[in-house]
């Protein structure tokens, strides 16, 4: 919880999350259970002492030393992911807590090359997401699109194969559109552009991880090679004048997450990241926890981040929340909705 005034404003704020891999949401807890329940045999405490207990493993998370230091930890909560009921249960219980921090609409990452590779057929971790979503939706009243990321550090030819074996989820809806994620440097987004541009005509929305780690270079490549409709952290996108004002004029959204940045090590601080920047040259972008059960943070931690290092006004963060409601693939009549929500929160807290 922040430690300032506009605290109450930000909890009431309905929220749009467009950045939060399902995968990352695997809280040490539960990471254990499902080992216990799978029979999946963890890391040994001699070997890694942070497999010693969920709470040593959290203490572990507070260090990373990069992303692809996180990713090893990532990886190894993910093989504990084996049944249809360990990927609705995942999920479900991001969307319970996500709800609690206000959000109204969630767009989630998810990552089947890192399942199927394991022997887990794509079939059940959709089936698993997919429930979850339902769920969310029926019982908590959360709106959810399922976004299907390919493993950049992966060889192109197993995205173009995973493409294939989801295409009819992407066309039919019940996967809403496809990422780009993994380790970033050495990874061009460029590589993607065939399967790209086939998923663009085929209508199906597309964004990318790029200006994490990479090079300003990767989010031009990533517009330019990819036609991405959004940008995924993009935090690099400060650091080109010209593009930023190119991604303001096409009003492309930003997908910034700054717990994890700090965790990560892009940044040493929140401050250091470039929403004043991004506020005073118009680019829209909405904040996000991305890896939540990793970085010390779901999306309401991640909102108080911000506001106690950039004290932004109650009119900034309704400008932040209403470009977060409007950049969303949602339909306009649940956009409609969630913005009432928001001019009622507004009037409420926000001095309107």
């Not at 942070?50 to 993910?78: E, V, W």
Request: charged share 25%; proline share 4%; net charge negative.
């Amino acid at each position: 919880m922040c430690r300032t005034s506009l605290h109450p404003f930000l909890a009431a704020l309905p929220k749009c999350e467009h950045h939060m891999h399902l995968e990352g949401s695997l809280s040490p807890t539960l990471l254990f259970a499902l080992a216990s329940r799978n029979d999946i045999a963890l890391p040994s405490p001699t070997t890694d002492p942070a497999f010693a207990s969920p709470s040593a493993l959290l203490d572990r998370y507070t260090c990373f030393s990069s992303l692809d230091d996180f990713l090893h930890y990532y990886f190894i909560g993910m093989s504990c992911l084996i049944l249809e009921q360990d990927f609705e249960q995942l999920g479900y219980e991001y969307f319970v807590k996500a709800l609690a921090d206000g959000v109204m609409h969630s767009e989630v990452f998810f990552d089947p090359q890192a399942h199927t590779v394991r022997g887990v057929k794509y079939e059940t971790v959709v089936a698993g997401f997919a429930k979850a979503c339902q769920r969310a939706e029926k019982e908590l009243g959360v709106s959810t699109k399922l976004i299907l990321c390919f493993l950049r550090h992966l060889p192109v030819k197993e995205a173009d194969d995973m493409y294939m074996l989801a295409e009819h989820d992407l066309k039919s809806g019940i996967i809403a559109g496809l990422g780009l994620d993994s380790s970033e440097r050495g990874f061009p987004p460029g590589a993607y552009k065939d399967v790209y541009s086939t998923a663009k005509a085929n209508g199906i929305r597309r964004t990318a991880h790029a200006g994490e780690e990479g090079p300003v270079e990767y989010i031009r490549e990533a517009l330019e090679e990819l036609d991405v409709e959004r940008i995924d952290h993009g935090i690099k996108l400060a650091e080109d004048k010209d593009l930023m004002r190119e991604v303001a004029e096409k009003e492309l959204m930003v997908t910034v997450c700054p717990l994890s940045n700090v965790r990560l090590r892009c940044v040493k601080e929140v401050k250091e990241l470039p929403i004043r920047k991004f506020l005073d040259h118009g680019v829209k972008f909405s904040i996000n926890s991305d890896d939540p059960a990793y970085f010390g943070g779901y999306i309401l931690d991640n909102y108080c981040a911000v506001q106690e290092a950039f004290d932004l006004s109650a009119k900034e963060w309704e400008g932040i929340a209403k470009a977060a409601v409007e950049g969303s693939w949602c339909e306009d009549s649940r956009k409609a909705s969630i913005l009432r929500q928001l001019d009622e929160a507004v009037t409420q807290y926000g001095g309107r």
